[in-house]
């Protein structure tokens, strides 16, 4: 039944997504609108079809029914609820189904919001794309990526259950989505980039109708990242949340290029320039989405988290390769046309430093681009197998960094055009202030270091230049102040500010020590006292979970514990965190308790400012809403500042955009 | 949306038109042709890479000679594995940070400890992405005295296809792996090499 069902939902889907795409592709070519205007009722079935085969699924893993190869190979009936429901993402099939059902909301989106420029052959082009993505991966549900196999469960079949790490942590049910949400939207501007290149519509029409999709991609893909490093913090119990592994670059990668376009766009929208760029960053996000899609899942690199093996690689290698032809070969033929006249007066000026930030941002890419893939480069010179750590990305992507966060001090305080030096020394000595303030107080609360006090220097910098616009914007339009694209900006420049002293102070203040305590013996470590009172084991339906209880001055217990699962002999620890404004302590048991009585070994590990990573992670994703939200709108020709009548030429901060 | 279909390019009045826009230059096909290029080779790349199922098959080294295992050991000596030979060896990829590894290293003690006075096997450790003095701190605190080989590990883990730690691969007398084992007891090791010994016929006195 289930079965059935899903097949069902999965043929409709292919065949509304073939047909959408042969439709509007004849439509476009005999220019017939009617055609054009049959997109959303192919929409409407294609996201049918996703929602059918996704309910059949989500209805086989809650009935477990095992005969589907799927719930057979992942499901189990001792998986809690929560779990089971987001089993659905947690292996290869079931994520594809997600991503599908995820692109057929998309789509249906942009055709209601399109809904009266349907026969704009711009619109239908952006639109046939789409159609040809969700072609590809309602493509892969049928072919090497099929989750409604049928399997023949043996009486009292049960299965495996999915793997230990997706089953203890709540924050599982809630990363991939918010990731696929980010990945899969990107694809709205990426069809628009490639209508405007089809159709040589060089305006900067396509640009503002696709501005904010892009926006809420972006903040979907933000929030993911930071969910994903989170549970990995609560769940892999190693005190890190970020370790440069391939599937965490292949997230990181498009946010990369994608925060690159979303400041760049602007340089376009104020001053016609950086078209092609801005086209091939729109391009480029959305191969390297694929990209990563195919790091993840083809099994090419080794990666801890990485799906299993799979045969779907060549698949997405080769969707890869076509969206790699098209983008290219559309940019080639169209680019020299698209190239605007204009050209950047002054360094010292906004899109000056826009500029900066995408060569950064560009160069930041290509460097973990360059960490994830070079095993495979060596291995194909030489056949030798290289491992690039952790050191790598650290040295290379910090410096790129530290002047980024520079250059979130200065660049929004620059007017465009052109600034003068006197300027700029008026508008930015309130956030050195603030800068050399942070600084100062760092050193007072017992920071030491070079690096760390640099980087405590320059988030203030960028925090204070940040909170002056916001002033700013807040004393001329009241509440308005903090809505639109360059006032939620600021707000998300201070969630990366946040992040940025959060990520500076627990990297270089991070304290680890291992204690083996008797029962009722304390140790104390950096200023904290680690009481050790006993030990308890809990028997559940999936596992064993056997847990020291500690007291961290004198408050708890806390419970760091080791998991048994009933299938499978994976040992999981399970840290137990205690987080504070200030710092993090975190415990992992190392060694059972072997008796009523014995010692326990714990690791302890102490950082600061952890919990101000997830705060800022939320203020970013605040600043989002609050940049998506129409400000005060403008007319992109309009003059960029109107001279204030009655007084001579003297240009106004130009803060509010959008 | 706002905008109107067939919006003007925006060009800033102010701004000297002074190269011509259209024709003559073609920078950006060049750089997309060039950019191109590269994208292609990098694709040929992947697609060429062996895919996950042929790559795990090649990662079965279970029944090949041993990849060389050599390197600087705690004590800050040079070991390898080819100085063992004639003796059965156990070779582990272990972490200081790894909880399993901790729970299966007493076992390892007893193990060796048992066949220390025979001297018919030495055990070679491996730490895997882990820090010289957490090493040696876990040693401190945990026994166990074979050579421990630290610092760049990562290309004799993945010569192994080391996947995740601990692992741990007995090699034979005459350099062939013959088994691996994800977390070791050290009666599944004596059961395993009594009956490798029996079967290879290479048993040492």
Known sequence: MNLAL????????????????????????????????????????????????????????????????????????????????????????????????????????????????????????????????????????IGPANPFKSFSPPVGFDGPGPNPLLQNHPLMAFHPPMLYLGYVGFTVPFAFAIAALVTGRVGEGW??????????????????????????????????????????????????????????????????????????????????????????????????????????????????????VVTIGLIAWRGDRLRAPGRIDSPMSREGAFLANNVLFAGFAFIVLLGTVFPLIVEAANGNRVSVGVPYFNRMTMPIGMVLLFLMAVAPVLPWR??????????????????????????????????????????????????????????????????????????????????????????????????TLQEGQTATYAGHTLTYVGHEVKLDANKTVTRALVEIDGTGPWTPGLQRFANGNQVIGVPSVRTTPTNDVSLTLLALPEGDGAPATIRVTIQPLIMWLWIGGAIMAVGTLLAAFPGRRRNPIDPVSAPIPGAPDRRKTPVAVG | MSDAPDAPDVVDPAEGDDRPPRGGSHLTRNVAIAVGLLLAVFIGLLATRPSASERSQSAKIVGRAVPEVSGTTLTGTQVSLDQFRGKWTVVNFFASWCTPCRLEHPELVKFAAAHAAKGDVQVVAVAFQDDPSAVRAFFDQQGGSWPVIVGDTGRIALDFGVTGVPESYLVSPDGLVVAKFEGVAAAALDSVLARAEGQTGVSTP
Not at chain 1, 29 to 41: D, G, I
Not at chain 1, 112 to 123: E, G, I, Q, S
Not at chain 1, 488 to 505: E, K, P, T
């Open chain 1, 418 to 515: 052109k600034a003068s030096g006197e300027l700029l020394r008026h508008r930015l000595l309130v956030p050195a202030w603030i800068g050399t303030g942070t600084v100062v107080l760092a050193v007072i609360l017992g920071a030491r270091g070079v690096m760390a006090l640099i980087a405590f220097g320059l988030a203030g910098f960028a925090g204070g230049s940040a909170m002056r616009q916001l002033y700013l914007a807040g004393r001329r339009q009241g509440w308005r102040g903090f809505i639109g694209r360059a006032n939620g900006g600021m707000v998300v420049h201070l969630g990366v500010v946040v992040i940025a002293l959060a990520f500076a102070a627990s990297q270089s203040y991070v304290r680890q020590a291992e204690f």
């Open chain 1, 207 to 324: 640009l503002v109708a696709t501005r904010r999709w892009t926006l809420i991609a972006w903040g979907f893909l933000t929030v993911g990242i930071v969910l994903g490093s989170w549970w990995s913090y609560e769940v892999l119990g190693w005190g890190g949340y970020w370790a440069w592994d391939p599937v965490e670059n292949a997230s990181f990668l498009p946010w990369l290029t994608g925060t690159a376009y979303l400041h760049s766009v602007m340089v376009q929208e104020r001053r016609g320039m950086l078209r092609v760029w801005n086209l091939s960053l729109l391009c480029a996000t959305f191969a390297l989405t694929i990209l990563g899609t195919f790091i993840t899942r083809s099994g090419v690199l080794q990666s801890v988290h990485a799906f299993t093996a799979s045969g779907i690689g060549p698949a997405i290698i080769g969707f890869f390769s076509l969206i790699v």
């Open chain 1, 6 to 141: 899903g097949k069902a939902g999965v043929a409709l889907g292919l065949a509304a997504a073939l047909f959408g795409a042969l439709t509007l592709a004849y439509g476009l070519v005999r220019k017939r609108p009617n055609l054009l205007r049959l997109a959303t009722a192919y929409s409407v079935l294609v996201l049918l079809g996703g929602m059918i085969m996704f309910v059949a699924m989500e209805r086989a893993l809650i009935t477990r029914d095992f005969t589907v190869q799927y719930v057979a190979d992942n499901g189990s009936s001792r998986t809690p609820a929560l779990y089971n429901f987001a089993t659905l993402w947690g292996a290869l099939e079931g994520s594809i189904i997600l991503w599908a059902v995820i692109l057929g909301g998309y789509i249906l989106a942009v055709t209601v919001k399109f809904r009266r420029r349907l026969a704009d052959p711009l619109v239908g082009w952006a639109l046939l794309t789409m159609f040809v993505v969700a072609l590809f991966f309602f493509g892969l549900l």
